[in-house]
């Protein structure tokens, strides 16, 4: 942060700084609760606009049990946090970190005659 010194400063250009500055404030307050208002519990639309995906193809995820799901009465619901986390089990490794592994296992292996 710059230090500013202040000698002379007419009240219209005060108002104008504080004015900024709780534009500012109030930006940061309003998108950090607009992130805590996200629904955790996503109906079958959502979850589909979520991933991206049509709605029949999240009914075909979860007739084959491979999307986590709840089920209550003739509803599905989805955790926002556990699909997050399945999406991310799905993650496929590049060469470079599959180069490191066998590299980290060649060098700590014993050899076998």
Known sequence: ???????????????????????????????????????????????AEYLTLSVPTIYGLVSKSQIPYMKRGKRLYFSRDEVSEWVKRGKRKTIEEINSEVDSYLMTSTKRN
């Open 1 to 47: 942060m710059q230090a500013v010194t202040i000698t002379q400063i007419t009240p219209s250009e005060l108002e104008s700084l504080i004015e900024g500055s709780l534009k500012r404030l109030l930006t940061t307050q309003v998108s950090e609760n607009q992130q805590d208002t996200q629904p955790r519990l996503l109906n079958i639309s959502q979850v």
